[in-house]
Every structure is written in C-alpha cells, then in structure tokens.
C-alpha cells in the first residue's frame, strides 16, 4: 500500500514559473523529508520538516509542512532546467513503526523546458 | 567529506544466482538502512542496521538478508534471484539509530538487472 500520496505524477513547466508539489498521508507525518532524485541515480537531501506548521527555504525551494502534520508541500519559484529531476516525499507515518523506516510517494517528474 | 558509497554500479545476473551489494556509510555514521527502489515507483524499505544488529525489517522474503560490520560498512545479500528483483538499490546512512530528526543521506545506489 502506498502510505504517501503525490501530485501531480509529472510536470511540465517553461523556465521561470512557479511550480507546487504535494505530498499528503492520512497518518500523521513523523519527519517529512523532501528529496530530488536524477533518473537512475541517488536521492539528494533537500528539506527535512518535523513540526505542524513548519517552513522551510533553501534558495528558491520552499517546503511547508500543514499543522495537522499530514500533508506537506514543495513550492519552487521561477523554475530553471537544473530544477529538473523526480521529487520524492519520505516520512515516517506510524510513530510505533520501525525507526528509521520511511514510507516514500512514488515520486514527481518535473521537466522544465528553456 | 565523502557521501554514502556503493558499489557495484551496475550488475546483470541471472535467475537463481546470488549477488551482494556494499555499502560505505559517511564517515561517523552508524547507521545504515537499505532500500529497494523499482522504476516509476518509491523506495521501498528493506533494512535498517545499527551498531552491527538488525533494527528493522520491511515486508520482503528471507532470500534477502543483510550484514553490518565493525567499521559501519554494510552488505545487502540476495539468493535465489527472480526477475522481479531487477530495481535500484539504495543505502543510506545516518548519524544514530534513526530517530525522526535524524535525515538519512543516500547513496549512489546499484543497479540490478535480473535476466
């Protein structure tokens, strides 16, 4: 079963747009990570959020985590082709589960064309 | 510092064969879990190892077993390989026995092709 829900599965923007990706569960998220993965390689650490509420910003990536601590969002502003690859929520959704187990979504491929 | 490495890169075996997979954690890191991602699809958790034992087992058969050894490195073992083991494999390290504040940094992984 899949624990984590993200939208959209792809995305296509021109360079300099806005984009959001969201990552929702219907279990609570214990420590939301964000990371971005090339197509066949290693996941790169972006964000990790912890607290109902929390915002967080590196460069022109800002994630957010919801108060309720189930839904969590990736806003990238004024898009550029580096941005591109797959973005992946991972989280631990059951506070009794193994630590260190993380559910992921399957993942957002965002394509950003000049 | 250097990140999480793996190796191989790349591995094609055949149905029934067995492989092992390496894992070297960032320096200081004693933890150290696997991953099992097939395309189009998220990581799917195998194992997780901390202080040379088993912490944490995902839902996957006993063909998959997995080591840690004194200097923190690790080894993901698979008998009896099936096709659909063909995926890429991840390992990540963190600091301690992952705690929800602890991020995990993976590794390059490896890709396994089952013909």
């Known amino acids: 079963s899949q624990e984590l829900e993200q939208s959209p599965q792809s995305l296509i923007v021109q360079e300099g747009k806005n984009l959001t990706i969201n990552c929702t569960s219907s279990?609570?998220?214990?420590?939301l990570y964000w990371y971005k993965q090339k197509y066949g390689e290693g996941l790169i650490f972006l964000m990790m959020?912890?607290?109902?509420?929390e915002e967080k910003s590196h460069e022109k990536i800002t994630a957010k985590l919801d108060e309720k601590k189930q839904q969590s969002s990736l806003h990238i502003t004024a898009s550029q082709p580096s941005h591109a690859g797959i973005y992946l929520c991972g989280a631990q959704v059951d506070r009794g589960s193994t630590l260190g187990r993380l559910y992921f979504g399957r993942g957002t491929q965002l394509t950003v064309w000049p | 510092d250097a990140g999480v490495t793996q190796s191989p890169t790349h591995l094609i075996k055949t149905r029934g064969q067995h492989v092992t997979l390496r894992c070297s954690p960032i320096s200081g890191h004693k933890s150290v879990s696997w991953y099992q991602q097939v395309l189009g699809q998220g990581p799917q958790f195998i194992f997780q190892?901390?202080?040379?034992?088993?912490?944490g087992r995902g839902n996957f058969p006993d063909r998959f077993s997995a080591r840690q050894f004194p200097n923190y490195s690790s080894e993901l073992n698979v008998n009896a390989l099936l096709l659909g083991d063909s995926a890429l494999y991840l390992c990540?390290?963190?600091?301690?026995?992952?705690?929800?504040?602890?991020?995990?940094?993976f590794g390059p992984g490896t890709r396994l092709t089952v013909l």
């Open positions: 190892y901390y202080e040379k034992e088993e912490r």
């Open positions: 959020l912890q607290k109902g509420g």
């Open positions: 279990k609570t998220l214990y420590g």
């Open positions: 990540a390290s963190s600091p301690r026995r992952t705690t929800s504040t602890d991020t995990q940094y």
